[in-house]
């Protein structure tokens, strides 16, 4: 298989994780959301800790620990990963899946408002039009629900941020991670600890299956990860963008079709919209991608 055919299946397999993820954590009930993240955070900065050292990554560790500018956009990272992972566990588990999933198809939206009013980056017409739409389908949501869908809002802007700081950050995705899980494992390990000494710890006592289900957790975040990471390095960018909708399309499409969430006319009016902006939002990309390399080729062949 060519390295760019591997990298697609590479990207395929982290977002179709990313977007069967709701058939996981209901598996860890009666373990409440908080409960469920502190276990994923505990779980995964084990995984992650024996992956830096099985890939040899332990020097760029250390070098995370002495930048400051680093390690303060690893910090801030860590912060809103944990408010997104509470988001949208607490999400699947209350029956708004398909509310999660639309935090994920705007998610490449409000990313580029932040660009806009973070980094002074400028629009182009067709992509001023996209935000109009996805605009006008966030009201049309919010009638449909009687109250802005803050599932959906909150981890747009909490993967965002989570994304513009790592981009800022510029380093490995493992040990970066591995830093995210280490700064926030202790307060995970004590809230852990507070459940088991009041006799509210649900690890251990529903079985093995379910306690091996709940250390599993740490498997389940580093797994997408690890193929996501070796899809970067394989294939082009818009490629990899266009793969980023395969995890909300699953997400939405067992909210509707497995675990069967309402889905009212405005609702899917709302949605609708939401994929208008995107197409259009994409369309551009993709030719004004294409568009600057026709220019590169030509600048570089005069």
Aim: aromatic fraction near 12%.
């Amino acid at each position: 298989m060519g390295e760019s055919r591997r990298g697609l299946a590479l990207g395929v397999a982290a977002y179709g994780i990313w977007g069967a993820f709701p058939l996981y954590w209901p598996l860890l009930e009666p373990a409440g959301a908080m409960e469920i993240l502190a276990h994923r955070m505990l779980w995964s900065v084990v995984t992650m800790g024996l992956l830096v050292v099985a890939l040899r990554r332990t020097t760029q560790f250390r070098a995370l620990l002495r930048d400051r500018r680093v390690f303060t956009l690893l910090a801030l990272a860590a912060a809103v990963i944990t408010v997104n992972w509470f988001t949208y566990i607490w999400g699947v588990n209350n029956g708004r899946v398909v509310e999660t999933s639309l935090g994920y198809f705007i998610n490449p939206l409000v990313t580029v408002l932040m660009g806009v009013f973070i980094l002074g980056e400028r629009l182009r017409p067709l992509q001023w039009v996209a935000m109009g739409v996805a605009g006008a389908a966030v009201g049309v949501l919010t009638l449909d629900y009687g109250h802005l869908p803050w599932v959906a809002i909150v981890l747009a802007f909490s993967f965002g941020s989570y994304g513009l700081a790592k981009k800022t950050a510029n380093v490995g995705a493992v040990e970066s991670l591995t830093l995210e899980t280490t700064l926030v494992a202790p307060f995970a390990a004590l809230y852990i600890g507070w459940l088991v000494a009041h006799g509210e710890s649900n690890f251990g006592t529903h079985g093995l299956p379910h306690a091996l289900l709940i250390t599993s957790a740490g498997i389940v975040t580093a797994i997408p990860l690890i193929c996501f990471g070796a899809a970067a390095t394989r294939v082009s960018m818009v490629s990899l963008g266009l793969l980023q909708y395969l995890a909300p399309i699953l997400q939405f499409a067992l909210g509707v079709l497995y675990f069967h969430e309402d889905m009212p006319a405005g609702r899917w009016a709302g949605f609708v919209l939401v994929w208008v902006a995107l197409a259009i939002f994409t369309v551009e990309l993709v030719t004004h991608r294409r568009r600057q390399l026709r220019l590169t080729v030509v600048a570089s062949t005069a």
